[in-house]
């Protein structure tokens, strides 16, 4: 598949629309553990957090896609990243999310990681799961009834792992 993408460094300019696509991602209630209506407030505040690198993915200068990459744990634990994805539904299955985990997988490496990990991967998100599981991550772990799915109730979650050392 050949994406006319491009991914950069978020900036205070992209609020707008970052904000759409969070808000129809979380709206859902299927794969991320925001309230459904959370503010924009709220997580802008949390999306656009100094302590995480943002992303967005760009075609034809829309924005289609973002990504946060953050330490997962603080001091003794913040060598290892945490991640976390939205594409805009409108774009879905064109392969915006293989393109973003693969740059992101790059530029956590980059940014000096050694690993990223997952804590919650809902487990009816099968496309995700697939998706990482492709790009080399691991279930290390399912908690049970981790999170409150809007229309299936209480699913299971995944933690996801992998390294990000060469060899």
Do not use: C
């Amino acid at each position: 598949m050949n994406l006319n993408l491009a991914i950069r460094r978020a900036t205070g300019e992209d609020a707008d629309q970052l904000w759409e696509i969070i808000r129809q991602v979380i709206a859902r209630g299927d794969t991320y553990v925001f309230s459904p209506d959370s503010s924009r407030e709220k997580m802008l505040s949390y999306w656009l957090h100094p302590d995480a690198h943002t992303y967005v993915a760009t075609m034809d200068e829309a924005i289609v896609g973002t990504f946060i990459i953050k330490d997962n744990f603080p001091d003794l634990g913040s060598h290892v990243a945490n991640a976390g994805y939205m594409t805009s539904p409108q774009v879905t299955g064109q392969g915006i999310g293989t393109a973003m985990g693969k740059y992101s997988l790059e530029e956590a490496r980059r940014l000096g990681y050694r690993a990223m990990q997952f804590n919650i991967v809902v487990s009816t998100n099968v496309q995700a799961v697939r998706l990482w599981k492709k790009l080399g991550f691991e279930i290390r772990g399912e908690i049970p009834a981790a999170f409150q799915h809007a229309k299936e109730g209480f699913v299971s979650s995944y933690i996801m792992w992998r390294s990000l050392r060469e060899g």
